[in-house]
């Protein structure tokens, strides 16, 4: 099943009442620059950071793993590399508490650039490492994550530049000492390219990535539903007009999965995406979030309230040019805040994720003393709601969805929402196409909360998108006809 959505914009600020307490914040620095990729919590409560140093290691480039405790302390820090360009993509903890590090090299044997997989010990140090080769008339590799499979081999999933001149998607498969097995392709007859990989609550795994190939504009949010064998289960593509890709999917808790990344199909430049999925891969919401300049997302996670934490970079917000971005979200895409971090000059956000004790560990790079630095911040799980008084006001917020109430619904259900300021309000039906099925209501409304029945006998069982337009924004959810 290959499902495509499009829609036409769906710029969002709500307030919430409290910033995030920020339990900690501690950087790594080096001599010149190191870049965090991600960051990955520990089995014994703290949290490995991976990157890439030109301060330490014996390259130009040099991959960088630390290991810290729960508090941000400094266990052990190790380097990886050749003499020339050794770039990590990817770290995770194995079975056995080491990591497995997925990197792209062209410091090592005679064919330059190659995938290469390194297995270290608890301690960092290096147990093996391993080249993946070239495969079926790929020219070039690159990895965007690695997951450890049940039978202790590694899946490793990103995009290849093949002999026909496009990329496509690549997953990679070996066993538990770096041999490759089998790899697979996907997407296209043009450019498709991978970025991470997840395991599913079912057993399966999850691609997400953009493609150049399906979809609506120039290149659209791309995810691929896989079994353990690499076989498609369902694909979903969802963008506008222009650029929009992702960089990072999760899993939720109730059996769906939520991408964030990147649009230029909505709002102004380049803008924070996020989209809701459910289980089979159908669109349930989808928002964007931004200012007048750039934002973009790399990592997300959903708290026990079923909120989303999602974590980035910004250059609308904030003191400097660019400056590490924390938002939090509601489970229907309708509440949002947000909370900078950084100082005067170029501050990246990273990836997030859910330490041991219910802490929420966030990285990026922060520019200090003349050079970029690995760069932690600790949230406490009790106070993680965030907030947007450090912004100017906008009128971007204008409707906030409040849900559809029942759903499923058998005759009528109820379309609940509130206005900031009068607006002329569209709340249309449409298929999973995103062609127009039905028109709920249009209406010239007043500020405040509105309730609207919806009721179509006509309307055949089965699944639709709700579409609700103000005059500044467009939201979506999944509703869900039944007899």
């Known amino acids: 099943m290959l499902l495509i959505v499009f829609f036409t914009g769906a710029s969002c600020m709500a307030h919430s009442q409290l910033p995030p307490e920020l339990l900690w914040e501690k950087t790594y620095p080096g001599v010149y620059t190191d870049l965090v990729r991600q960051v990955m919590p520990a089995s014994d409560g703290g949290f490995v950071i991976i990157g ?5 290691g014996p390259g130009i480039i040099s991959t960088r793993l630390i290991k810290c405790d729960s508090t941000g302390n400094l266990q052990w820090d190790k380097s990886y590399g050749g003499a020339s360009f050794d770039f990590p993509f990817s770290v995770e903890e194995t079975a056995d508490q080491g990591y497995i590090i997925a990197t792209y090299s062209n410091s090592f044997y005679p064919e330059g650039n190659n995938l290469r997989l390194i297995k270290t010990d608890s301690e960092g140090d290096t147990l093996w490492t391993s080249i993946v080769p070239n495969s079926n008339g790929c020219i070039l590799q690159l990895a965007g994550s690695i997951k450890q499979t049940p039978d202790q081999g590694y899946l490793l999933a990103g995009y290849c530049w093949q002999d026909s001149h496009c990329n496509q998607i690549a997953l990679f498969k070996t066993d538990n000492a770096g041999t490759l097995e089998w790899f697979k392709f996907y997407g296209g007859a043009s450019d498709d390219y991978g970025a991470t990989i997840q395991a599913t609550n079912d057993g399966n795994y999850i691609l997400s990535g953009y ?4 979809g609506n504009g120039l290149c659209d949010g791309y995810l691929i539903k896989i079994n353990p064998q690499g076989d498609t289960i369902w694909t979903s593509v969802v963008g506008g007009t222009n650029y929009d890709s992702y960089r990072f999917v999760r899993p939720t808790k109730d059996g769906g999965y939520i991408a964030v990344g990147s649009t230029q199909s909505y709002g102004f430049g380049e803008q924070g995406f996020v989209v809701k999925v459910d289980g089979d891969g159908v669109m349930e919401w989808a928002a964007n979030v931004g200012g007048n300049q750039n934002e973009g997302f790399e990592g997300v996670v959903e708290n026990d309230n079923q909120e989303y934490l999602i974590t980035g970079t910004t250059n609308s917000y904030g003191n400097g040019q660019h400056d590490f971005m924390i938002v939090r979200m509601g489970n229907s895409g309708n509440e949002m805040g947000m909370k900078t971090y ?18 929420y560990i966030a990285t990026g790079t922060l520019t200090q003393n003349n050079s970029l630095e690995y760069w932690a911040l600790c949230f406490s799980a009790d106070s993680i709601h965030v907030a947007v008084s450090e912004f100017e006001p906008t009128t971007e917020a204008g409707l906030s969805f409040r849900g559809i109430n029942p759903n499923p619904f058998v005759n009528q259900t109820n379309v609940s929402f509130n206005l900031d300021k009068p607006s002329i309000v569209r709340c249309k039906i449409l298929d999973l196409n995103a062609k127009e099925i039905d028109i709920a209501f249009e209406a010239y409304l007043p500020s405040g909360d509105h309730n609207i029945i919806y009721e179509n006998p006509d309307l055949k069982p089965g699944y639709y998108i709700c579409r609700l337009q103000s005059e500044e924004r467009v939201v979506f959810k999944k509703i869900i006809k039944i007899k």
Do not use: A, H, R
């Open 52 to 56: 890439e140093s030109d301060s330490f």
């Open 211 to 214: 493609t150049f190939s399906y």
């Open 342 to 359: 950084g100082g005067s000059g170029e501050d990246f956000g990273s990836t997030i994720e859910i330490l041991p004790n219910k802490s």
